[in-house]
């Protein structure tokens, strides 16, 4: 849609039947671009002709359609075509919420079927407490699921999931994923330098820190290293100074803590770490700290 601005100019008066003879007032039409439609997806949608809602402008329109939950695009697009060109593209849809600047509030669930292993994104939007799929990870059929780890970034709208074991012959993977809400699809990222399952992950100042984990060999790593979401580059950090594959972590005061997680009881103390990535140094954990982890 646009919108179109009048201004009167005043022009000079002529006699009847002068070659030089305008009009007064003169109009001058100028074209201002609405902020709510870019140019490619309002051509597109003016191609059908009737309003995206009768009686409305389509600005205001495409405003009350973004916000319709994911769980009804599927009845809803067969409105119309027009209803049907907006809504029957995820990635257009999500974009346009993007950059109108609506929020997302999406809580992830990693669920599997417990026989066949078989691996299933569920989505429970927070704002009209609504479920929903996401399309499946492009990764092998016969995985672990507990081997994965996953962490977001809620700003950008994106999920990581990075690791994992393949089931049948218990080895790790050095694979990451990454989902987008606003593409509605997963890409496949530079791999992890080390691959590992059952390790520690977390997003500290937007990086994604990894450590410990059982190697190919299934004996525990001491490495670690950090993911730049924006570069897509992996590189190395400081070794944790003990091989130890990780049940639960958690972020406190900008530092990375990791512990075995042992089940409760505790028949002997878990071992922990804390990461500083100020200063790029491990230091163990305080005993009373790591005996107040329940683990998996």
Same mark, same amino acid.
């Given at each position: 849609?646009?919108?179109?601005?009048?201004?009167?100019?005043?022009?000079? +008066?002529?006699k009847l039947?002068?070659? =030089?003879?305008?009009?007064?007032?003169?109009?001058?039409?100028?074209?201002?671009?609405?902020?709510?439609?870019?140019?490619?997806?309002?051509?597109?949608?003016?191609? =059908? !002709?009737?309003?995206?809602?009768?009686?409305?402008p389509?600005? @205001?329109?495409?405003?009350?359609?973004?916000?319709?939950?994911?769980e *009804?695009h !599927?009845?809803? &697009? @067969? +409105?119309?075509?027009r209803? %049907?060109?907006?809504l029957?593209?995820?990635? &257009?849809?999500?974009?346009?919420?993007?950059e109108?600047?609506?929020?997302?509030?999406?809580?992830? @669930?990693?669920a599997?079927?417990?026989?066949t !292993?078989k691996?299933?994104? =569920?989505?429970?939007?927070l704002? %009209?407490?609504?479920?929903?799929?996401?399309p499946?990870?492009?990764?092998? #059929?016969?995985?672990c699921? %507990?081997?994965?780890?996953c962490?977001?970034?809620p700003r950008?709208?994106?999920?990581f @999931?990075?690791?994992?074991?393949v089931?049948?012959?218990?080895?790790?993977l050095?694979?990451?994923?990454?989902?987008?809400? %606003?593409?509605?699809?997963?890409?496949?990222?530079?791999k992890?330098?080390?691959?590992?399952?059952?390790?520690?992950?977390? +997003?500290?100042?937007?990086?994604?820190?990894?450590?410990?984990?059982?190697s /190919?060999?299934?004996?525990?790593?001491?490495?670690?290293?950090?993911? #730049?979401?924006?570069?897509?580059?992996?590189?190395?950090?400081?070794?944790m100074?003990?091989?130890?594959?990780?049940?639960d972590?958690?972020?406190?005061? /900008?530092?990375?803590?990791?512990?075995?997680g042992?089940l409760?009881?505790?028949?002997?103390?878990? &071992?922990g770490?804390?990461?500083?990535?100020?200063? *790029?140094?491990?230091?163990?954990?305080?005993?009373?700290?790591?005996?107040?982890?329940?683990?998996?």
């Open positions: 849609m646009q919108r179109v601005r009048f201004s009167s100019q005043k022009a000079p +008066v002529h039947g002068d070659s =030089q003879m305008t009009l007064s007032p003169k109009f001058r039409v100028a074209v201002i671009q609405s902020s709510l439609l870019n140019p490619s997806l309002e051509f597109e949608l003016s191609l =059908q !002709g009737e309003p995206l809602i009768p009686g409305l389509d600005d @205001v329109a495409l405003n009350c359609l973004l916000r319709l939950p994911v *009804n !599927g009845a809803c &697009r @067969v +409105v119309c075509k209803w %049907h060109l907006l029957g593209n995820k990635e &257009r849809f999500f974009t346009r919420r993007k109108l600047g609506f929020k997302d509030p999406w809580l992830f @669930v990693f599997f079927h417990k026989c !292993g691996i299933q994104w =569920q989505v429970l939007d704002t %009209h407490f609504s479920w929903h799929t996401i499946a990870m492009p990764c092998k #059929d016969k995985v699921p %507990h081997g994965f780890r962490v977001s970034i950008e709208g994106s999920l @999931v990075c690791g994992g074991m089931s049948d012959v218990d080895c790790p050095d694979l990451v994923l990454k989902y987008e809400i %606003h593409k509605n699809r997963w890409t496949v990222m530079n992890m330098n080390t691959a590992r399952s059952f390790f520690a992950s977390e +997003v500290i100042n937007g990086m994604i820190y990894v450590a410990g984990g059982n /190919g060999d299934l004996f525990e790593l001491d490495s670690a290293e950090v993911l #730049d979401p924006e570069k897509g580059n992996w590189h190395s950090i400081a070794s100074g003990t091989n130890m594959a990780s049940y972590s958690a972020v406190l005061n /900008g530092k990375l803590l990791v512990t075995e042992w409760w009881p505790f028949f002997v103390s878990p &071992r770490q804390v990461y500083d990535p100020r200063t *790029n140094n491990w230091e163990s954990m305080a005993v009373g700290l790591r005996e107040g982890w329940t683990g998996s």
